[in-house]
Structure formats: C-alpha cells, structure tokens
C-alpha cells in the first residue's frame, strides 16, 4: 500500500468508528435511563457499581471503572474468571453488577450470572445484541447501538469497544450531576499531581505578598514603580489607592513600550501610563482558576484583591510551574 492508501484506509476507520458513536448516541433511551436510576439507587445506599467483562471487554471495564471512581460513583472491576475463584467475595448486598458483553455471549460473563443472582446482586447487561442471554439474564439492558465493525473481517472488536467506553463515559458523566459531585470532592480524590494541586489550593496559598510584592501608591512615579519591581524581583508594579483598593498594574511590558519616548519618561506618575481596572482575582479563588484567567486574557501578570477589592497579592504565571499546578 502507498502512503495515500494508508491513509485512506486509516480515515475509512475513524468514519466507521464515528458513525458507530453515532448510532449508539441516537440509541440511547429507555435502557440509559433505568441504569443511571439503578446505580444512582446502589450508591445513595452505600453499594458500589462492580464492572465486569471479559477480553477486550475487560480492559474497558477497567476503564470505565477508573472514570466511574474518580468521579465520586464508588466502583470496582472484577474479572469473570477470578470472580468463580474467589474474588465474588468482593461484592456485597447492596452492590450492582454492570456485565459488558458486546455479543451478550460471552461464556464466561453468562456463567458469571447465577453465581451473582444467587448473593442477591442487581445486573445490568451493557450488551449490542438485546435478544441475548446476557440481556434476558439481566435486570436491565443497557443497549451499545453500532454499524458496523471497523476490523475487515468484522471480528476484532473496534467500533463496539469505541462505543461501549464512550456510553460507560456518558454514565459517569450524567452521575457526577445527578449526584452533585463537585470540583472540590474531585479534588480530593486526586490528591497528587497537578490535578489536585490546582483545584486544592486556593489563590491565598500561591500568591506572592509583602516583599515579593512590588506595590506603590497612586502617586508614583514611573522610576518608583520600576524601583519597587527590582526590589521585588517582579515583572509588575501593582497601584493602590491610598485605602488600599487595587488602582492599576504596570508591567515590564509597559515599561519596554515607553522607554521609547525618552528617559523623561521615569518621572512621570505612574497613574498616566499604568493599566486602570486591571483584570484580577479574589484570594478565595482556586489555583484552577487562575489558569483560566491568565488562558483568557493572554496576561502574565494577576493582581489579588479581597472581597472589599483591597490589593492583598499577586500572581506571576512564572511561578506557577514552580508551584506544580501548571
């Protein structure tokens, strides 16, 4: 095959694959709905959401098992074959099974079954084919609706597995806000990483204060501000009304724009040239959200001011990488 046909070939796969996501969303219904109310039910219980599957099947269960927990909906995945071995012992009374079986064939997730019917466990079968054993064994049927196959040979599982991991994504998503889970609580399930850092910790915990800080009064001359940003070791100056109240910002970029005008410029107050109502940030606002900020307004450079508007910090986008939430 020629570069071209390579490429075709891999494009004619993505379509396939896209048109499944397609079928299987224009699918959703009934079966979707009675399975968020099912699990929504077990956990406001205290059980937990057991995912099973075997083969392929069995890695998007891990998957969709790692998404449901971290997303606040308390899951483990147990594999079919240690479950008759043993491992049903980590499913308790108040728990549900969700079985992924394409085919709703699967040898080993049928004979899984009885042995969870017999503990007294709830299933739901996340199946293709509804007229199958998994989904007449099944308390509810959760339908994973496709074309077609992107294998040539219709065998290895591609588009199926590509939809049931996008329709396991649409569960957990839906339940994180059927369940309130908020950014905070996500947060404290992700305690390492930038990931948790960022949505820890708040602006007051990251933000530079006191001698880190160049700040100056409304009165200030261009070489005062200058002065106070060499001190600090600071890209900006930050202005503050003679209350306290945020006034401005002048930055080091200010400064490179005006030098072309002469030295004459230094002793100009520095309320002539600096930025009046500056983009800022409250000291109760989370770290997360100072990256969205500096994102949005392409700016380096984040006043902090309290609920009052007081200027009471700063934030300079270079330290962030230092404070491991960038």
């Known amino acids: 095959m020629d570069n071209t046909a390579l490429l075709s070939r891999a494009r004619q796969v993505l379509d396939i ?25 077990t956990l406001e219980n205290g059980g937990k959401i057991v995912v099973t599957g075997v083969g392929k099947n069995l890695h998007i269960a891990e998957k969709l098992s790692a998404t449901l927990a971290s997303t606040g909906s308390t899951s483990v995945v147990m594999n079919p074959i240690q479950a008759m071995h043993g491992d049903l012992g980590m499913i308790a009374d108040q728990d549900v099974l969700l079985a992924l079986s394409f085919s709703g064939e699967s040898d080993e997730v049928i004979k899984l079954i009885p042995a969870v019917r017999r503990l007294g466990i709830r299933v739901i079968g996340m199946v293709g084919n509804p007229d199958s054993t998994l989904a007449r ?100 100056a930050l202005v503050a009304h003679a209350d306290g109240r945020l006034a401005g910002i002048f930055t080091d970029g200010d400064l490179r724009r005006l030098l072309a005008e002469g030295q004459e410029i230094l ?34 450079d984040l006043p902090v001011v309290d609920a009052g508007g007081g200027l009471v910090g700063y934030v300079d986008i270079q330290d962030l990488p230092k404070m491991k939430v960038m």
Do not use: W
């Open 17 to 41: 694959e896209i048109e499944g996501l397609r079928s299987a969303q224009a699918a959703l219904g009934e079966g979707f709905v009675a399975t968020v109310r099912l699990l929504l039910d």
């Open 267 to 300: 002793q100009r107050p520095i309320q002539d040239v600096m930025t009046q109502r500056p983009v800022s940030v409250t000291d109760d606002a989370y770290a997360v959200d100072v990256l969205r900020v500096f994102e949005k307004y392409k700016i380096d």
């Open 137 to 236: 064994l099944s308390d509810t049927v959760l339908g994973v609706c496709i074309g077609q196959e992107a294998c040539p040979f219709g065998m290895a599982p591609t588009t199926s597995t590509t939809a049931t991991l996008a329709v396991g994504d649409a569960l957990a998503m839906v339940l994180i806000e059927a369940r309130h889970f908020n950014k905070e609580r996500y947060a404290r399930l992700h305690p390492a990483g930038a990931i948790g850092r960022a949505l820890v910790l708040r602006v007051r915990d990251i933000m530079r204060t006191g001698e880190h800080m160049a700040r100056v009064a409304l009165d200030a001359t261009v070489m005062d501000g200058i002065m106070a940003m060499t001190a600090a070791k600071s890209g900006a």
